[in-house]
């Protein structure tokens, strides 16, 4: 007998963990620098410069994993990362009061430089590590050569800036009206020159109607309405046709290879036109109710992407701008304070979001529009289709007959028709928010956090294979009579045949025994004649279980789908800070010691076996590989000098 698969893969997880090093050591610092230039009493400029740089050393130590007869693998790998962000600006402000200062106005103009650069270079060593535990590139057994240079020197860099002048004002008529109006032009390098500028306007209005009427009860009532439309470049160098250059192994030729995607024509800006209106009102004495409603309506247009295309014109898709997504939402935050005395205070906070989507336009031509499929392989897939909800998930639905019906085969178990897609849920959520509790007495406060969501499908590879596998409780059923398996025994031509639990098997059945794990699954069968039947093959209890059991991911069923449904205790947090007197003697303003925890435990979640949030996947709507969950908690020191 081999070493179970169980025992092979813990293994190799605990000599990961015990003999594998892979350290990342990162540098970030921020700086900026702000002066302020006073010209008159209501002229002033404010210049500003701010650095943002990132410096992050990897180092991965691979030990070797074989020492006799020989030394036998093992690496070691430097990388060096920087990645810096310049941004300089200048803005000539004016701000008067006019009319008793009733009417008051504060505008700004002037212009915005950002400059981000990256650059990365690697080595690798080549064949392995020549002696054991010693990481060092003098160390390596491969020699250098022109096959393995890729490994030996990894080395990119990339830049891109942007211009912008901007302009602002913010016209007010005493406390009760607001008007701003916004205006803003870039120029943009990741784009092509020929539209790489880019202008987008906005404005909002906002109306303390409580300033004109009395409503009783109501402190404050606002009401906003706001109008903007963006634009934006892409990520760098997509705007360009890009060859690679190779060198072909073994030999002095090199090679040159076209674009994986093709830039057909100049792209342009992506845009982004946006309506919000919205209300904030609060009540009662010391706002005891706080109320913000808002409801936003959005078109994203012009949108910079691939499209796929025939893999015999030596490309994979053209780079063009096409689409047109519609979303709105409604957004919903209550604040209420149910106690307040003079040393206690409670407030609770619930905030929501519900929100939807629909493609309105695609491409001239095009209708469909595959983003990315859900797993590896064809079986299920993610798209955007014209006059749908973005992000619909479409997979290989069970063989049917004309009524609906599953339809098992010669063995009795389903099977899934490769030709035929089903729209079969949504990776969006419909509903998603949080609710906060904060608890002030005297010197303590306590802070509880939970975050909840409704909606948005993930496609849990973890259940389905331990579905497969027999690993769940809920795999018992059909395993034996208790569980509601049926009796069968198998004939001299492999076929079960349907027995009694209490009945000895008869004489023509293999080995003279009978089985308890049968199952009649629902569906029909098709007879001898072409015609559907009520199906009655009995399968196996293992047989059903496995045909879920797919390493190729190639035909996943839909019964590997769940709602992400959560509600879970985000954090908690409490902070007791020293009495006034006592900061004083240590000559201190304020001291505060806090206590927290977070990404605690979940309180319900639809989902089972995992916590969705700790997996890795393909991308975050598939999870198909487990970490534990990760709490964090934290003891630390709030100092006011």
């Known amino acids: 007998m081999g070493v179970p698969q169980a025992v092979n893969e813990l293994g190799a997880y605990m000599w990961e963990l015990e003999k594998n090093r892979y350290q990342d050591d990162k540098v970030h610092m921020i700086t900026s620098v702000k002066a302020t230039l006073n010209f008159t009493k209501n002229i002033f400029l404010v210049g500003q410069a701010g650095l943002d740089y990132d410096n992050t050393t990897y180092k991965n130590e691979k030990s070797v994993d074989r020492v006799l007869p020989t030394i036998a693998g093992g690496s070691f790998s430097v990388a060096k990362e920087n990645a810096t962000v310049q941004t300089y600006q200048a803005l000539l402000n004016y701000d008067k009061g006019f009319l008793g200062d009733n009417l008051h106005l504060f505008a700004f103009a002037g212009g915005i430089y950002r400059l981000r650069t990256s650059e990365y270079l690697g080595s690798t060593t080549v064949g392995g590590l020549t002696y054991p535990d010693w990481y060092s590139f003098a160390n390596e057994v491969g020699p250098p050569s022109a096959d393995n240079l890729y490994l030996l020197r990894n080395y990119n860099r990339g830049s891109d800036v942007l211009y912008s002048a901007v302009a602002s004002a913010t016209i007010s008529w005493k406390n009760e009206l607001y008007l701003d109006l916004q205006a803003r032009k870039d120029w943009n390098s990741t784009l092509p020159p020929e539209n790489n500028t880019y202008f987008y306007p906005g404005t909002s209005i906002t109306w303390n109607y409580t300033e004109r009427f ?188 004309d009524a609906g019906n599953r339809l098992v085969n010669e063995n009795g178990l389903y099977g899934l028709n490769s030709q035929r897609y089903i729209e079969v849920a949504n990776i969006m959520p419909k509903l998603y928010g949080g609710i906060l509790s904060d608890l002030h007495y005297k010197s303590f406060d306590l802070r509880i956090g939970l975050d909840y969501k409704s909606g948005g499908t993930v496609f849990s590879y973890t259940n389905n294979r331990m579905f497969g596998l027999g690993q769940l409780e809920s795999t018992l059923k059909y395993r034996d009579e208790e569980h509601g398996g049926l009796a069968y025994y198998i004939d001299a031509n492999n076929k079960k045949v349907a027995w009694q639990h209490n009945q000895a098997a008869p004489a023509g059945a293999v080995g003279g025994k009978v089985y308890h794990d049968g199952v009649v699954l629902d569906g029909v069968k098709m007879d001898d004649t072409g015609k559907y039947v009520k199906n009655d093959i009995i399968a196996s209890a293992s047989d059903y279980y496995l045909s879920y059991v797919n390493d190729l991911a190639s035909s996943f069923p839909p019964d590997g789908l769940f709602k992400n449904n959560y509600v879970k205790v985000r954090e908690i947090a409490l902070a007791y800070t020293l009495p006034q007197s006592v900061a004083q003697r240590l000559r201190l303003q304020k001291l505060t010691v806090n206590l927290a925890g977070r990404n605690l435990f979940y309180i319900y979640k639809s989902i089972p076996n995992i916590d969705v949030e700790s997996t890795l996947g393909a991308d975050v709507y598939v999870e198909n590989t487990v970490y534990p969950g990760q709490r964090t908690y934290s003891l630390g020191l709030t100092v006011a000098f």
């Open 214 to 401: 009395h409503i009783p009860k109501m402190n404050r009532g606002q009401l906003r309405l706001a109008w903007a439309d963006v634009g934006n470049g892409t990520t760098r160098y997509f705007a360009n046709n890009l060859y690679t250059f190779t060198r072909l192994p073994g030999t002095d030729a090199v090679s040159v290879q076209p674009p994986a995607n093709i830039l057909p024509g100049s792209l342009k800006p992506e845009r982004k036109r946006e309506f919000e209106v919205g209300i904030n009102n609060s009540f009662f004495r010391n706002n005891r109710v706080v109320l913000d409603v808002s409801f936003y309506r959005n078109n994203i247009y012009n949108q910079i992407m691939n499209l796929a295309i025939s893999p015999s014109s030596s490309s994979n898709a053209l780079k063009i701008n096409a689409g047109n997504v519609r979303n709105w939402g409604v957004e919903l935050a209550i604040t209420g304070t149910p106690i307040l005395t003079k040393n206690l205070r409670l407030d609770i906070t619930v905030n929501g979001a519900r929100q939807g989507s629909k493609v309105v336009k695609l491409y001239p031509g095009i209708t469909q529009n595959f983003l990315y499929n859900l797993i590896n392989g064809s079986a299920a897939a993610v798209r955007a289709d014209q006059g749908r909800p973005y992000g619909e998930i479409v997979m290989t639905d069970y063989q049917r007959d």
